[in-house]
């Protein structure tokens, strides 16, 4: 049911575009991963994303080439379960600070021996049909990829790296500028040196860096791909619509309203 390529290039440091699902709507999902999108993060930290939507929003990208992620709510065992058992290729999952947060992330997603995730007839695998299958392959076709969102975590990065299971890390700009005590300013040398220091670690570890450019634009995103980041969100269902009802009403010029 999941496509396996975006955690190839996750695990080969390959660069792979998806994007961001603030809305819980399975027509924006469908849109977003028609229009190419190798994958999509329904975002169930902020907003009204339940895991619900998620579920929609999964059968509603099945026929593309586009792999189904969840931004999980926190670092939760159940929630990472309960998104992966709803057909989730992988959990991208926020404020992991320490190896320890790391661990956690990856034992959750993982069933036993490697993990502690239940198992259940559930529509990951088919309802049950597929059940013997997905159980086999579920460990190593999942991705698990957690969140660099604070300075805690930017120092503690080599440790996070190191946990087996961990297939890369994505940084969250905003929070990492909040941590740093400047809030929104993603382009602050402070959030870049950070960002810096993750992706040279990525390197060294032979990880993939990730992160979410919210307002992209060409220079952002050459920037991020010749600094190293290959996992990358671009945008977002909610700036799309938005921009595009303001490039509509800006086509009416002041005369045309008289
Ligand atoms: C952040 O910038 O903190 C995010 O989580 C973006 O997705
Ligand atoms: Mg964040």
Redesign the pocket.
Known sequence: MVSTSVKACLLERKVCIGS?LQSASPVMAEIMARSGFSWLAA?C??GDVALEGFANQARAVSPFPCVPFV?VAENSTIQIRRALDLGAGGVIV?LVNTAEEAAKAVSSAKYPPAGVRGFAFQRANGWGGDFDAYCLSANGRLSVVV?I?SKEAVANIDSILAVKGVDGV?????????SYGIPGQ?SHPMVSDACRKVSDACAKAGKSAGM?I?LPDNAKVEKAIADGFTFL?LGMDTVFVADGAARALATISRGTMR
């Open positions: 961001w975002d930290e902020h931004r926020p969140m969102e994505f940084i969250g700009p905003y929070d990492l500028s909040g993603t979410h919210v969100a």
